[in-house]
Structure formats: C-alpha cells, structure tokens
C-alpha cells in the first residue's frame, strides 16, 4: 500500500503562484506515473497534469503555459507549480500514482484545497 501526502494548498490572490507536493511512501515511486487532479465544488474530479515514469508530461488545456508538474524520485515526490492562477482553478487537488503492471496498483491522496480568491 502507498500512502500519497499532498501538501501547499491555500488561499492565493488572482494572478499568484502556489506549489503543491506530494510525497510518497514508497521506495519503488520511480516506476509509477503521478498524476494530479482536481475538484471544484459540484463538479467531477478532472485530470489536470500527468509525468509518466520516465519523465513525459501532459497538461489539460484549461492549464497549459500556466502549470508545470515536474518529479524528484531521489525525494519520492511530485510536484504542481502553478503560476498566473485564477479564480476558476479553485479546487481540491489530489495526487494520484498508477502503475501498469500486473496487477495494475492505483493510489489517490486525500487532497489539498487551493482557494483562489482577492
């Protein structure tokens, strides 16, 4: 079992930057991709920014030139930067860790709110 901490949540202003981590408790994190997500009030849990295990990212458009999702497998951790944020990124954010081996293993965090708000 994998344990995914997620951490740098909070309350930023239109236009400011938050940097989210999550750890993993795990010594095998370089063979899974990370994702994150997020959810906003009364809507589904969407993919926001995805690196696989050997370093390939993807990024939703709504976030595109604003996010970066990078990892650091020394530290066993991914992160979010996001910079030029905006009212509408405001969610839960949840980190999510899969690998697609047999049988697959799939892991979420427990989330960490961003509120962007003035």
């Known amino acids: 079992q994998v344990q995914l901490v997620e951490s740098g949540g909070g309350l930023v202003q239109p236009g400011g930057s938050l940097k989210l981590s999550c750890a993993a408790s795990?010594?095998?994190?370089?063979?899974?991709?990370m994702r994150w997500y997020r959810q906003a009030p009364g809507d589904q849990r969407v993919l926001v920014a995805g690196i696989s295990s050997g370093g390939v990212t993807n990024y939703a458009d709504s976030v595109k030139g604003r996010f970066t999702i990078s990892r650091d497998n020394a530290k066993n951790t991914v992160y979010l930067q996001m910079n030029s944020l905006k009212p509408e990124d405001t969610a839960v954010f949840y980190c999510?860790?899969?690998?697609?081996?047999?049988?697959?293993?799939?892991?979420w965090g427990k989330g960490t709110l961003v509120t962007v708000s003035s």
């Open positions: 999510n860790a899969r690998w697609g081996g047999i049988p697959p293993k799939e892991y």
């Open positions: 795990t010594s095998t994190f370089s063979i899974y991709a």
